[in-house]
Nanobody, 123 residues
């Protein structure tokens, strides 16, 4: 079992930055791939970024590439999403997720989810 608790969301102006955190519990955390998904109002939940269990590899959807950086600190059982140069279209609820797979990018491949944290980017 893995439990995820997210934090760091808020309101920011376009061009600003936020860092999301996801604190995990469970002995198997260090062997789980982690990801961030996001869901805008009226839209489906979509993949944004993922990181392998050891942090060696990351993958980002094109719309956030170069602006978002995902990292993990297994000693602290925490993953992060550093979001820079935020745009209004980044406004969404951001969800942390964990998977025993390598670097899955579909929501159904993730077994554990956080509660979500709201990110709002104003024009």
């Amino acid at each position: 079992q893995v439990q995820l608790v997210e934090s760091g969301g808020g309101l920011v102006q376009a061009g600003g930055s936020l860092r999301l955190s996801c604190a995990a519990s469970g002995r198997t955390f260090r062997r789980y791939a982690m990801a961030w998904f996001r869901q805008a109002p009226g839209k489906e939940r979509l993949f944004a970024a993922a990181i392998t269990w050891n942090g060696a590899d990351t993958y980002y959807v094109d719309s956030v590439k170069g602006r978002f950086t995902m990292s993990r600190d297994n000693a602290k059982n925490t993953v992060y999403l550093q979001m820079n140069s935020l745009k209004p279209e980044d406004t969404a609820v951001y969800y942390c997720a964990a998977s025993p797979g390598n670097l899955p990018r579909s929501s159904h491949e993730y077994d554990y989810w956080g509660q979500g944290t709201q990110v709002t980017v104003s024009s």
